[in-house]
């Protein structure tokens, strides 16, 4: 079990770029989800994943971010021209199936984006 | 009302002694509660989960829960330097986690 793995760790871009970021789940989990946490707050809740259907988007993402999972297994999360307010920790996390409403999650090390 | 909240910090206790970590949240539906720690810079990493009410021990920590009250706790007993962190509460909402903002621990020697 290698646990979740994020790449890039690290990404500075120029406001107004596309980036995009990666995820690869803990290889036996079906379950992958996306997050946001800014300096001194929880993790805020993106989108979520089971195998490849994108079954829950939050109202607060913007048409400016997408997130596939095209065979169900690694995801992409990419913002679209970048903003000052999108600097934040991206966190992935995943969890296994067959736990009703929902079970325990498994965060990676996270991408920290900064828009300059 | 945030759906998660947590009890403000910073929390500052003595190497030894008991750190205690209150949370409360407001969907009374929820089923599943964790508390992860997450150190400076990093990723959030879990150490509880608990679903039933009562008490729940592993190790040094201690999660209670009820849920009549709607309130989630941890406990810390012997706590070491490496307890410094902030630690997370989150509640289990249709799949997704709701966090609260946190509360920073740090255990002087």
């Known amino acids: 079990d ?77 913002i679209q021209r970048t903003e000052q307010g999108d600097s934040a920790m991206y966190l992935c996390a995943s969890s296994p199936s067959g736990t009703s409403g929902g079970g325990e999650q498994y965060f990676g090390p996270g991408t920290r984006l900064t828009v300059t | 009302q945030k759906e998660v909240e947590q009890n403000s910090g910073p929390l500052s206790v003595p190497e030894g002694a008991i750190a205690s970590l209150n949370c409360t949240y407001s969907d009374r539906g929820s089923q599943s509660f964790f508390w992860y720690r997450q150190y400076s810079g990093k990723s959030p990493e879990l150490i509880m989960s608990i679903y039933s009410n009562g008490d729940k021990e592993d190790g040094r920590f201690t999660a209670q829960l009820n849920k009549a009250s709607q309130y989630v706790s941890l406990l810390i007993r012997d706590s070491q330097p490496s307890d410094s962190a902030t630690y997370l509460c989150a509640v289990n909402n249709d799949y997704k986690l709701s966090f609260g903002a946190g509360t920073t621990v740090t255990v002087r020697a």
């Not at chain 1, 760790?9 to 596309?18: E, F, L």
């Not at chain 1, 690869?24 to 994943?49: A, C, K, M, V």
């Not at chain 1, 994108?54 to 992409?76: H, I, M, N, V, Y």
């Open chain 1, 2 to 78: 290698t646990g979740v793995s994020q790449d890039p760790r690290h990404k500075i871009t120029k406001r107004g770029q596309n980036v995009t970021f990666r995820c690869d789940p803990i290889s036996e989990h079906n379950r992958l989800y996306w997050y946001r946490q800014t300096l001194g707050q929880g993790p805020e809740f993106l989108t979520y994943f089971q195998n490849e259907a994108q079954l829950e988007k939050s109202r607060l993402l913007s048409d400016r971010f997408s997130a596939e999972r095209p065979k169900g297994s690694f995801s992409t999360l990419e």
